[in-house]
């Protein structure tokens, strides 16, 4: 047991009490165990009794977020594997330092999060690299008349007179149903069930597209799909010296972070830097001394490169200054007209769009 004080921060994730849904079982209270430890990393184990695990989700309104992720994928299996845990325990650590809880869960190509906290949760995922996209989703059994059903309280939420809307299936695993013949029959499901509002169908430009996802014994049904940074789990990768001398720079922090490095802030101005912490909350901020060397902070940090914030202009005035660095220069702004650059700077802050 000697791993205990180097996950103490975790230690209050490890069990949770659950209690009975029935009144005479309300005594009957026994510690859960949510997460498990393993060589490497935490996960969270299986549920292998599904009436239980149902019970679980419904006793503790659990948000389940389904996350998909793309690079990651084309890795092989072993490096796949890593990088998923990696993204997993980014998530998982935001959730410890707000002293909420979550379970994880992963399947092949995609990340299963239930919490109990939606807001939470839904800013934590569109804040960490690796992430696509993700979905707010509910779940059922990969039987016909459960995904019917759900499908049909699903766009009972959303149904207007006359909304043009379609179903999106697909699956993978087993079942006695193809993909096309899911949709064509949840699509009739839906329509029935809301035929008093005159629905139309439209694969074409839907007002309403209801995504139904089948793998293996269960169904996830969402309607949208929220956007992700992308990119590389944040860690998966070395260490980076990002100089911030002005805003642009944290742009180009950024993208260095969405390649998967952690990022040694290097500032005058730390508060230059403060936008950085919602998209790494462990970033690390170093104030030089005057006539600092970079090599020498990059050194002492065991930082592997440097990343700037240049334009062409810059470069071409300022190369002589990093002539004499011993360690890699980064340009991630180097091609990228000043518009873009405030646009991505406007996205870091929390005030602009995710970009693609």
């Known amino acids: ?26 005594e009957n209270v026994s510690p859960t165990p949510l997460i498990s430890f393993s060589m490497k990393f935490w996960h969270l184990p299986d549920f292998h009794d599904r009436q239980a695990y149902a019970v679980f989700r419904i006793s503790h309104h659990m948000a389940l977020f389904l996350i998909r992720y793309g690079e990651i994928a084309l890795k092989s299996q072993r490096v796949r594997t890593r990088f998923e845990r990696a993204l997993g325990s980014n998530i998982t650590s935001r959730f410890v330092r707000a002293g909420f809880e979550c379970r994880l869960e992963y399947e092949r190509g995609r990340i299963f999060i239930w919490s109990d906290h939606e807001e939470f949760a839904t800013a ?26 759900l499908a049909v309280e699903v766009s009972k939420r959303h149904f207007k007179n006359g909304m043009r809307f379609c179903i999106r299936a697909r699956r993978s695993g087993q079942h006695d149903y193809t993909s096309m013949e899911l949709a064509r029959d949840a699509g009739s499901a839906v329509f029935l069930a809301n ?13 309403l597209e209801i995504f139904v996802d089948v793998r293996q014994n269960r169904a996830y049904i969402y309607t949208g799909n929220i956007p992700g940074p ?14 911030v001398e002005k805003e642009r720079d944290i742009a ?33 901020v170093h104030i030089p001394d005057g006539g600092a060397d970079l090599s020498a902070i990059a050194r002492r940090r065991r930082a592997e490169g440097i990343c700037l914030g240049w334009d062409v202009r810059d470069f071409n005035a300022r190369s002589q200054d990093m002539a004499d660095l011993d360690i890699p220069t980064f340009h991630p702004l180097i091609g990228m007209t000043d518009e873009e650059v405030d646009g991505m700077v406007e996205m870091v802050k929390g005030t602009g769009r995710t970009p693609s």
């Open 230 to 243: 992308g990119g590389m789990p944040l860690g998966t990768q070395g260490r980076v010296l990002g100089l």
């Open 195 to 207: 035929e008093d509002m005159k629905p139309k169908v439209d694969l074409t430009n839907p007002e």
């Open 252 to 284: 180009a922090c950024w993208l260095i972070m969405k390649r998967g490095c952690r990022v040694i802030v290097v500032t005058e101005t730390p508060k230059l830097a403060k936008p950085l912490e919602a998209w790494d909350p462990e970033l690390k």
């Open 124 to 149: 934590v995922i569109s804040r960490t690299f690796g992430v696509v996209s993700f979905s707010r989703t509910l779940e059922t059994t990969s039987a016909k008349e459960d995904i019917f059903a």
């Open 1 to 26: 047991m000697s791993f205990l004080p180097m996950y103490a921060p975790f230690l209050p994730l490890i069990y949770r009490q659950t209690t009975s849904h029935n009144a005479h079982d309300a």
